[in-house]
Structures are given as C-alpha cells and as structure tokens.
C-alpha cells in the first residue's frame, strides 16, 4: 500500500491547531516566523495556548478561573510556568532570630485560581499526622499583575474564593512581592506601594481628607494657622498627623528568604532523608543526608 506526505499547508486548519499545541512554546515561536498565514495561525489564543494550558495544569487547577478569564492564555501559560517550580515544600533561611509570623516550613499548592503556601505545623500529639494553615496566596489580577497576600495571624485565608478583589480590601492580610532568586530560593518581602496606594483610597472614601493633598485648598483656615500658629485645635491635628505618619512607615513584614526541600521524602539509599517528627515540642526537621 503506497503512503505519501500530505504538506503541512494542505491540513485542514483544526488539525494544524491541534498539532501546533503538542509543540513548545519556543517551537511555536520559530514556526510562526515561515510565513505571515502561519504567524496569524499561531496567535489563536483559545485554540493553542488555552489547549496547552489545559494539557498541562488541567487537572491540578480552574484554567478559566485565573484572572477572573481576562488575560490572553498565552500570558497565563507564562505564568504558570514560572509558578509551577513554587511547588512542594520550602524552609525558612536567613536571619537568626526570625519573627514569630515566619514559618519555619511551608507547603505550596495549587489552589482553585492561585497557588497556595500553607504553614506546615505540628499537630502537637504522638501521631504522624501534620495540620496546614494558609499563609501566602499567589494570584493573578484581571489585569495581568502579579498579586500576594500574605496572613499574619492564620485563619484568614481559609474560605478563599475565586475572585481575589474582595482579598485587596481586608486588613488582616499584607500585600508581598515574591522574587525568584533561581529555581530554589525566593524572597517575600512586603509591597510597600500597595499598602500605602490602599490606605489614601480608605481615606478618601470614609471623608478624611486632612491628609489629602488632592483635596482643594482652604484658604480662610491656611490664613488663620499662619496668622496664629498656635491655634486652638492646631497641636492635636499635628499630632493626629504624625501618628499617621508614624502608622504608614511601620512596616508589617519584614523580608524572609525561603530555600525549597528538594528531596523531602525518605528513599532506599537515603532512608533517613525527609521530614521527621522528633517529639510533641520540638517542630519539624529537614534530615539530609550527604555523600560521606
């Protein structure tokens, strides 16, 4: 039976989309520069790169549901890459006497629409079992924009829906920048300019503009304070804001670096590698075992 090679070209089109999503992303790239038909081809956005998104974290997270489905999917599938090394487990490192807020160990996974680190405590008795509380939420703005919040205190992150909007507003959680230092070393620190871009918007709304510098002048009240700078009333509001001032450079998380546990299980050479619980008291240890 004689077979012969059908030119790419010649495929019907839902065929070539279905062959260009088996590719990489870097041999999409170089495809795409043959002819102006195929660089149209691979810029199908639902087509190919929501279809590689969906091969490869389908099973593990709501594709649609990241960014609230306003991002291209090729973006997303950018995201995700660089998110997926976030992981398995990772321990704190760094300073020696850290804050109490900082975990010593933590778990990430993926979430319904964001990836979730959990504290990895514990659960005080004789048993292997361990309990995970929520600690660093890593999601996607509609926009595109990277998006943290870390819990302080635990218990805030427990009923985490969909939409991070509602997240943006809360008090209890602080907005943190997490940067890749390579492939096993992050650091969390907090984003300063979204903490103080959320609190001029609470002033605003709730009708305190004595800190305002938009808000119009008023001249009666400016010739008074520079007529009598002793004013009665004048000491108090200087006070009042100072303190706020005082509030707003307060930082609520200082910056931890984190080192991921590449080989957290026990295995028939290294049997003694892994997480052990050593007691009720002490907390979790990272066992290695080298070469000698």
């Not at 170089?30 to 810029?43: E, G, P, V």
């Not at 099973?59 to 950018?78: D, E, F, S, V």
């Not at 020696?96 to 629409?113: C, E, K, R």
């Amino acid at each position: 039976m004689a077979t012969f090679a059908l030119p790419f070209c010649e495929i019907p089109e839902d065929l070539q989309l279905r062959i260009l999503s088996l590719l990489t992303p870097a041999e999409i790239s170089s495809f795409a520069c043959t002819s102006k038909r195929f660089a149209s081809l691979c810029q199908e956005d639902g087509k190919i790169w929501h279809v590689m998104c969906d091969q490869r974290w389908g099973k593990k997270t709501k594709i649609q549901k990241w960014a609230n489905g306003q991002i291209p999917y090729r973006h997303l599938y950018k995201t995700l890459k660089g998110l997926e090394n976030l992981i398995g487990f990772w321990r704190l490192c760094g300073r020696a006497n850290p804050a109490a807020s900082s975990p010593p160990l933590v778990f990430f996974d993926w979430g319904s629409s964001f990836i979730l680190g959990s504290r990895v405590l514990s659960t005080g008795d004789d048993t292997y079992e361990v309990k995970k509380t929520p600690f660093l939420l890593m999601g996607i703005s509609p926009e595109g924009r990277s998006e943290n919040f870390l819990d302080l205190v635990g218990g805030n992150l427990r009923s985490v829906d969909d939409d991070l909007k509602e997240l943006e507003a809360s008090n209890n959680l602080v907005s943190v920048d997490v940067n890749f230092m390579g492939n096993g070393h992050i650091m969390v620190e907090e984003n300063r300019c979204f903490t103080n871009n959320n609190r001029r918007e609470d002033q605003r709304s709730s009708g305190d503009e004595s800190d305002d510098l938009i808000s119009s002048p008023n001249f009666s009240e400016m010739y008074t304070q520079l007529a009598n700078k002793t004013s009665p009333g004048g000491d108090r509001r200087r006070q009042k804001r100072k303190e706020k001032e005082r509030q707003a450079s307060r930082t609520k998380w200082e910056p931890e670096h984190f080192l991921k546990v590449a080989d957290c299980s026990p295995t028939p050479t290294r049997p003694l590698q892994g997480l052990w619980k050593v007691s009720i008291i002490t907390p979790y240890h990272i066992v290695f075992i080298d070469n000698v």
